[in-house]
Nanobody, 119 residues
């Protein structure tokens, strides 16, 4: 079982920055594909970005490309979502997710962390 714990959410002004962290208990962290998703109330969950197990490749949604980056630290079993130039529409709950390489879906999810961007 892979447990994920997000942290770093909070309140920030528009144009500001915030870094979310997701730490896992998995000893196999370096073999996991890590993803970030977000979901607003009453809306579908939205893919934000992902980083491969090797850390060499990342993918970001068009809505955040150029403003968000993803990185990981295998020694800390932690993946980061660095968010810059935040907009009020980035105000949602952000979730960390994990899957093993080659898997189609993300079976492991964190509890979510709220990000609020004030205008």
């Amino acid at each position: 079982q892979v447990q994920l714990v997000e942290s770093g959410g909070g309140l920030v002004q528009a144009g500001g920055s915030l870094t979310l962290s997701c730490t896992t208990s998995a000893s196999t962290f370096s073999y996991l594909v890590m993803g970030w998703f977000r979901q607003a109330p009453g809306k579908e969950r939205e893919f934000v970005g992902a980083i491969t197990a090797s850390g060499y490749n990342t993918a970001l949604a068009d809505s955040v490309k150029g403003r968000f980056t993803i990185s990981k630290d295998d020694a800390k079993s932690t993946v980061y979502l660095q968010m810059y130039s935040l907009k009020p529409e980035d105000t949602v709950v952000y979730y960390c997710a994990a899957k093993r390489r080659g898997a189609a879906d993300y079976p492991y999810w964190g509890q979510g962390t709220q990000v609020t961007v004030s205008s």
